[in-house]
């Protein structure tokens, strides 16, 4: 193991047998390896620390923190704090990493050094794996206007300076299942500096079993309102099959009235 790794990847897990092998072959598959690579176990009650274990004991870059469920702020800041490298790349259990992402990221920081964040663009794949479509959101400075709004700054896609970080005082609690948004505004309003890297350089999962999925009860009426939103509106038709008379109508409306979004309507 290098003992002092350019970047730290911080991986909180709980539960997530069905996708781990794809997130941490994605990681350890990277162009750049000069990595260190933090998985906390938050006390999964399923096969998921087996999992990392087998991994651990292939490749030296893994630090298993193996610990009872305190959630995910805790493990976050667990593994900020042992992180050697000076720049934290997040990641989550159920997504998948392209290859070139730290490539990429370390490239932005090196071509400008007064940065303190970047993020990338995502590309959507479902429960099964299938793409979706690309994600939609504004440019930075739109972006860093209407965070109170809603973040669009995917936080598994994230890479920061870990001094920045720390000296903020970390991940709080202060927005339950929002610490990431609560995180881009106390960076914002300390003058940090982010960084928009428009390319796709994640899988971002939309996973039924996650917080923010659960807002519907029909997975796929999800789905199918993030193709509206992500500005691929023919494509809601693919999951007719999967919904109620009722959401079809709500949706067909969504499709036809896009301008009645949030979103579009932006500061």
Not at 222 to 235: D, F, H, P, Q
Request: hydrophobic letters at 40%; proline letters at 4%; aromatic letters at 12%.
């Amino acid at each position: 193991m290098n003992v002092n790794p350019i970047i730290s990847v911080v991986m909180p897990v709980y539960n997530a047998e069905q996708y781990l092998d794809q997130a941490i072959e994605s990681i350890l598959n990277q162009t750049f390896d000069d990595f260190e690579f933090i998985i906390i176990n938050d006390g999964s009650l399923d096969s998921s620390l087996a999992i990392i274990r087998k991994y651990e004991r292939q490749d030296k870059r893994i630090f298993l923190i193996d610990k009872d469920n305190g959630g995910i702020v805790d493990a976050l800041n667990d593994g900020l704090r042992i992180a050697k490298g000076k720049f934290i790349a997040r990641m989550d259990s159920d997504d998948i990493a392209y290859p070139n992402r730290f490539e990429k990221q370390i490239k932005v920081f090196g071509d400008n050094p007064e940065i303190d964040l970047v993020y990338t663009d995502t590309k959507l794949i479902d429960k099964n794996g299938d793409i979706i479509c690309d994600s939609w959101r504004p440019n930075l400075e739109k972006t860093l206007l209407n965070l109170e709004i809603h973040t669009f700054v995917p936080h598994p896609t994230v890479m920061f300076k870990k001094d920045t970080v720390l000296n903020l005082g970390g991940y709080t609690m202060i927005r339950p299942h929002a610490e990431d948004l609560d995180l881009w505004l106390r960076m914002k309003n300390n003058g940090c500096k982010f960084f928009y890297l428009n390319k796709n350089l994640l899988y971002y999962r939309l996973n039924p079993n996650s917080v923010r999925a659960n807002a519907h009860d029909n997975y796929w009426y999800k789905v199918a309102t993030r193709v509206i939103t992500s500005g691929y509106r023919l494509r809601i038709f693919k999951y007719y099959k999967y919904l109620s008379n009722k959401e079809r109508l709500i949706l067909l409306i969504k499709m036809i009235f896009p301008q009645s979004y949030f979103h579009r309507r932006l500061k």
